[in-house]
């Protein structure tokens, strides 16, 4: 079987999880974000995966981040 790895940095999101993407990135964050979901699958996940984590966890996400959310306002 045959795995693939590709840095946080050739990641695009897409649909909902670009919100949350730009939050993580304008506050610099994306190497945290990486030890995080590295530390949370290490086994990998895929892109889509990946991507749904910051579409439908986006709270959670942010919370663990550290970034302040629109309710933490």
Do not use: C, H
């Not at 079987?1 to 695009?12: A, C, P, Q, R, T």
């Not at 590295?38 to 749904?52: C, K, R, V, W």
């Not at 986006?58 to 959310?69: A, R």
């Amino acid at each position: 079987m045959l795995k693939i790895y590709v840095g946080i940095e050739d990641y695009e999101p897409w649909s909902g999880a670009v919100d949350t993407w730009d939050k993580i990135q304008d506050a610099n964050l994306e190497n945290a974000f990486e030890s995080l979901i590295e530390e949370m699958y290490p086994d990998g996940l895929t892109m889509t995966q990946l991507n749904d984590i910051l579409w439908f966890e986006s709270d959670w996400v942010l919370e663990s981040l550290g970034i302040e959310t629109e309710e933490d306002a």
